[in-house]
C-alpha cells in the first residue's frame, strides 16, 4: 500500500483535510478552514514549511478548498512533489447500500444524494465537498468512505427496531451505527497491539469523543453498535441525549407544544453533557467535579453508569470478550471515566490496573492476570480512510 491520500471531511461550515502517507500514517501536512460563509472565516494549516494562519471571509466550500490547495504551495507540500494516489472522502451516512467504500463517479453521487433524508445535517455537505475536490482535482480518483459502514455486518436482529415492518422498506428506519472508521481502525490496532489476528479477537471499542458510541467487533465484525438510525441514540455524548424513552417527543408535544423539530434539536444539541451541566466541554465537567459541583458529579455518573452498561450488554452479545478498547478524546485521556465505567466489573475479568490507567493515554492499562485486555489506543480516523481509498484503487 504506497501513496499519498488527501482526506478531506467536509462539515456544515467548516473543511479538515489532511495529507496522509497510506502506508504509514503519517501526515505530511493537515488543515481546517472553519467558519465558511461567515464574515471571518479561520483557515489553519500545518505543513513542513511551517502553519499558516489566516482570518479571511472564505464564502464557500469552493473557496475554502482553493484557499487549501494555495497553503500547500506556500506551506507545503507541494502537491506535485508527491506520489498523490487519491482524494478519499469521509461520508456520514452511506445506508444500506454502502457496505464499504466505494470509487466516486456521478452515480454515487446520486446515491448518497438520495441518502440525504437519513442524515439531513452531514451528508450534503460531504457531498458538498466531494464536487468542488472533484471539479479542482479532476485528474485524481475520489473515493468515499462510510461512517456507517464498517456496521453494514450487523445481524438483522441487532439492526432491526420493533416497529411496524414496513417503516424499513418505506423509510429506511433501522439501526445503522456511526464512527465505523474510528471502530475498524481500533478495532484492527487492538489486535497488533496484542499480537494477534483480527479475525482472531473479540473487541468492545468505546469512542468516546464529543460523539460517543460503543461497538462489539467478533472476529473484525461489527455485530452490534449503539449509534442507530441517526447519531443520537446510545452513549450519553457531549451535546445529544443517547437512549431515551421514544414516548418522550410525542409527551413533550401534548405538554410543551413542542415540534419534532424543536425536540430532535434539543435532543441533539442541547442536552448530554451539556443539558445536564451547561457544559459540553468532557474537562470543564471534570474540573466541575472536582470543584464539588453536584450537577457535574451527577453527570459524570451517568455517563459512566450509560457505559457500564454497554459494556456488560456487549460482553453478553459476544460471549467472550478479549479486549476492550477505550478512544478518542475522553476515551483517551480520562482514566477516571474508564475506572468508573469498569468499576466493579473484576467478576468479568477485567481487572484494570490503577498505575498504569492513571499514567498511559496509549497501550495495556489492565493487570497482567486481568482476562480481558483494556486498551487505550488513539484512533486515526484519516489513516484508515486513507488505507480504505488506497485498496479500492489500487483494487
Ligand atoms: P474528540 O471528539 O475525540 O476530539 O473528543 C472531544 C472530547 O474529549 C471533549 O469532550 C473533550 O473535553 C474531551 N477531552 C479532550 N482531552 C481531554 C482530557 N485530557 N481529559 C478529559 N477529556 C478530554
Not at 45 to 72: S, T, Y
Request: hydrophobic content about 40%; proline content about 4%.
Amino acid at each position: 500500500m504506497t501513496g499519498h491520500v488527501l482526506v478531506i471531511n467536509a462539515g456544515s461550515s467548516s473543511l479538515k483535510y489532511s495529507l496522509v502517507d497510506a502506508a504509514s500514517g503519517e501526515a505530511a501536512a493537515t488543515g481546517l478552514v472553519e467558519r465558511i460563509g461567515e464574515d471571518q472565516s479561520h483557515h489553519v494549516h500545518h505543513g513542513p514549511d511551517g502553519d499558516f494562519d489566516d482570518d479571511q471571509a472564505v464564502p464557500n466550500h469552493e473557496a475554502a478548498l482553493e484557499a487549501a490547495v494555495r497553503a500547500f504551495e506556500t506551506h507545503g507540500p507541494a502537491l506535485g512533489d508527491l506520489d498523490i494516489v487519491a482524494v478519499g472522502h469521509r461520508v456520514v451516512h452511506g445506508g444500506s447500500k454502502f457496505a464499504a467504500p466505494a470509487l466516486i463517479d456521478d452515480a454515487l453521487v446520486a446515491e448518497v444524494t438520495d441518502l440525504v433524508p437519513l442524515a439531513p445535517l452531514h451528508n450534503p455537505a460531504n457531498l458538498e465537498g466531494i464536487k468542488v475536490a472533484r471539479r479542482l482535482l479532476p485528474d485524481l480518483p475520489h473515493v468515499a468512505v462510510f461512517d456507517t459502514a464498517f456496521h453494514q455486518t450487523l445481524p438483522p436482529y441487532a439492526y432491526t427496531y420493533a416497529v411496524p415492518s414496513e417503516w424499513l422498506d418505506e423509510y429506511g428506519i433501522r439501526r445503522y451505527g456511526f464512527h465505523g472508521t474510528s471502530h475498524a481502525f481500533v478495532a484492527g490496532e487492538a489486535a497488533r497491539l496484542l499480537d494477534r489476528e483480527p479475525d482472531d479477537l473479540n473487541v468492545i471499542v468505546l469512542h468516546l469523543g464529543n460523539g460517543c458510541s460503543a461497538a462489539a467487533v467478533r472476529r473484525g465484525q461489527s455485530v452490534d453498535t449503539s449509534m442507530g438510525l441517526t447519531p443520537l441514540e446510545g452513549l450519553v455524548m457531549g451535546t445529544r441525549s443517547g437512549d431515551l424513552d421514544p414516548a418522550i417527543h410525542g409527551h413533550l408535544a401534548r405538554v410543551a407544544g413542542r415540534s419534532a423539530e424543536e425536540t430532535d434539536q434539543a435532543l441533539n444539541s442541547e442536552s448530554g453533557l451539556k443539558g445536564l451541566t451547561g457544559a459540553n466541554d468532557f474537562r470543564e465537567v471534570s474540573r466541575r467535579r472536582a470543584a464539588g459541583d453536584e450537577r457535574a458529579q451527577l453527570a459524570f455518573d451517568i455517563y459512566c453508569y450509560r457505559l457500564k452498561k454497554y459494556i456488560g450488554a456487549y460482553y453478553a452479545v459476544l460471549g467472550t470478550v478479549d479486549a476492550i478498547v477505550f478512544t478518542a478524546g475522553v476515551g483517551q485521556h480520562s482514566a477516571e471515566v474508564r475506572a468508573a465505567a469498569l468499576d466493579g466489573l473484576e467478576g468479568l475479568g477485567i481487572r484494570l490496573d490503577p498505575e498504569r490507567n492513571a499514567q498511559r493515554a496509549d497501550g495495556v492499562v489492565s493487570t497482567a492476570d486481568s482476562k480481558v485486555a483494556v486498551l487505550v489506543i488513539p484512533t486515526n480516523e484519516e489513516w484508515e480512510i486513507a488505507r480504505q481509498a488506497v485498496e479500492v484503487t489500487q483494487d
